[in-house]
């Protein structure tokens, strides 16, 4: 920065006037509240000399920690899926179907021989 | 180019010296000060890139003075200025680890605070288009100044175009070459150049039947 590109006489008396209309304040004490404003901001917003990529490397090992968590999840619940429904396959099985199948036998046993039943039982005994 | 640190106080050497530079090269001499100077902001610099606020805290008492001159010449208030340096410091300290050591700290600084200066008069647009306001700011703080003189001065600074006026302030207030305006507000040199031509010729046409001398 310099004064190198130099004026007219009328612009440096409009400079002049210029430099009093934009004169800076001169209290030293205003530049150190400026500093500490300054410096309350920078503090607030954090760290944030981090690059992007090393923010991103720490949410991806927080990432990677709710993924596992989420797999195990995933698995337990899936487990008890499959048990949930093998149960009830077998309570299906074992519940479900005997009361006919038990009529069936009942029903069998106390019936009477028919032909073929009495021509078996003759061939195999002679 | 050749570069030659002179210590304060050193005499400088006779033209006919046999240690005397040639001539016909370029030289550019430092003082041992400014030289000095640069390597403490380098230091701060690095020191800021690896986190350290108070290294910043540095840079920030070091260049705020400059810092608050670019923004003013781009805002109309004390207090918009105000703004737009705390904005430049904070986004600068964000994009500090971008930033390479060896440049010069001040004139990337100036770029950001300039720009942040050109955000605040935008939304200050915004804000201003919604709500007449009851008095219009200026830019003086010496109570001093002729009034009559005052009032055009003010009057004619606002007409001037957002541009035009912050070239003239940091131009002929500021002391900023043509180039590293033009660098700042992201335009080429000779529109810095025109802008300033044509701002000093309004404000000395309406200026003039205040004061002859301009």
Do not use: C
Request: charged residues 25%; glycine residues 6%; negative net charge.
């Amino acid at each position: 920065m310099s004064q190198q590109d130099t004026h007219d006489g009328g612009d440096d008396a409009l400079g002049a006037l210029l430099r009093e209309a934009y004169a800076p304040p001169a209290d030293p004490a205003y530049w150190a509240s400026l500093e500490a404003r300054v410096m309350a901001r920078v503090r607030e917003s954090g760290d944030a000399t981090q690059e992007w990529w090393q923010l991103l490397g720490t949410w991806a090992r927080a990432g990677a920690i709710a993924a596992g968590i989420t797999a195990v999840a995933a698995a337990a619940a899936l487990f008890q899926l499959r048990a949930a429904d093998a149960r009830a396959a077998y309570e299906a099985v074992v519940e479900g179907t005997p009361a006919p199948t038990l009529t069936a036998v009942a029903r069998t046993a106390g019936a009477p021989a028919d032909g073929r039943e009495a021509t078996l039982r003759y061939v195999i005994s002679h | 180019m050749t570069a030659i640190l002179r210590l304060p106080g050193a005499p400088a050497l006779a033209p006919d010296s046999p240690d005397a530079p040639d001539r016909a090269a370029p030289v550019r001499v430092l003082d041992a000060g400014a030289a000095l100077e640069r390597a403490r902001e380098r230091a701060l610099v690095i020191a800021a890139q690896a986190g350290d606020q108070d290294a910043f805290a540095g840079l920030v008492r070091q260049h705020q003075q400059r810092a608050y001159a670019v923004a003013r010449a781009v805002v109309v208030t004390h207090e918009d200025a105000e703004d737009a340096v705390q904005e430049g410091f904070l986004h600068a300290y964000k994009a500090i680890a971008r930033f390479r050591p060896d440049q010069p700290f001040g004139a990337w600084l100036h770029r950001i605070v300039a720009n942040a200066a050109l955000d605040v008069t935008r939304r200050r647009k915004v804000r201003d288009a919604d709500t007449l306001p009851e008095t219009v700011a200026s830019p003086f703080r010496d109570p001093a100044v002729d009034g009559d003189l005052r009032a055009r001065l003010e009057r004619e600074l606002g007409a001037l175009g957002e541009r035009q006026r912050a070239v003239i302030v940091l131009h002929d207030v500021q002391g900023f070459k043509h180039a590293e305006i033009g660098r700042m507000l992201g335009i080429p040199e000779g529109t810095a150049r025109s802008d300033l031509h044509h701002a000093r010729a309004q404000l000395r046409r309406a200026l003039h039947d205040v004061r002859s001398d301009l």
